[in-house]
């Protein structure tokens, strides 16, 4: 079946430590995203990616790294200078090429930071 | 620039109580699609409806219903005779043209049903 895959589902960080989310699809779908939710909140866009080898902040960039070097796998890292990382963190996908295709989620990944 | 606002942050309902959860958006383009997530305890956001700008027709799928007027910018969702099944974050969510098919998210609205 295809569809997006995020793991770990649950992921815990000390302090300083820089840690990589993954974020696979087999759904030959060229835009990818990471969005990261806190407790009671909504969705805040961090990273997309709408083509292999390019990526574009989205509105909470800082602390946050990307890669999109395969059409499949767009990793997430979140680096030391992330001051509040602990959150949970969703992966989407879509086509990329019709405003009517939305978005296919993953099951998400929870981080603490210890 | 798109908006989509969900100005009920939380409903709590007694099982069996139809609900309704509000979405008011916002663009100036006029070729645009809304859409329906469900965010369950799991986490993950599954899919629930699809409208495009050009269609203002209602839809029913079972218990879940849903009015969509232009005139007002809204896209509203009713769930009848709510089950504890139901209880979930729901997020209305935007997509227009020039936004490379990117999806503009409301805040979501927790929706909390009780036995």
């Known amino acids: 079946d295809g569809g997006i895959t995020q793991s770990p589902k649950y992921l815990f960080r000390k302090e300083g430590q820089n840690v990589t989310l993954s974020c696979e699809q087999n759904l030959n779908h060229d835009a990818m995203y990471w969005y990261r939710q806190d407790p009671g909140q909504g969705l805040r866009l961090i990273y997309y990616s709408q083509i292999v080898n390019d990526f574009q902040k989205g509105d909470i960039a800082e602390g946050y790294s990307v890669s999109r070097e395969k059409k499949e796998s767009f990793p997430l890292t979140v680096t030391s200078a992330q001051k509040n990382p602990t959150a949970f963190y969703l992966c989407?996908?879509?086509?990329?090429?019709?405003?009517?295709?939305?978005?296919?989620f993953g099951s998400g990944t929870r981080l603490t930071v210890v | 620039a798109q908006k989509v606002t969900q100005a009920q942050t939380e409903i709590s309902v007694v099982e069996k109580e139809d609900v309704t959860l509000d979405c008011v958006y916002e663009t100036r383009d006029t070729t645009y699609y809304l859409f329906w997530y469900k965010q369950p305890p799991s986490g993950e956001l599954v899919f629930l409806i699809r409208?495009?700008?050009?269609?203002?027709q209602n839809e029913i799928s079972g218990r879940y219903s849903w009015n969509f007027q232009k005139s007002t910018s809204s896209f509203n969702f009713t769930i009848t005779a709510s089950q504890v099944v139901d209880s979930a974050v729901y997020f209305c969510?935007?997509?227009?043209?020039?936004?490379?098919?990117?999806?503009?998210f409301g805040g979501g609205t927790r929706l909390m049903v009780k036995p």
């Open positions: 969510a935007l997509s227009v043209n020039n936004a490379g098919n990117m999806l503009t």
């Open positions: 409208r495009n700008s050009f269609d203002e």
């Open positions: 989407a996908s879509n086509p990329g090429r019709n405003i009517a295709d939305g978005y296919t």
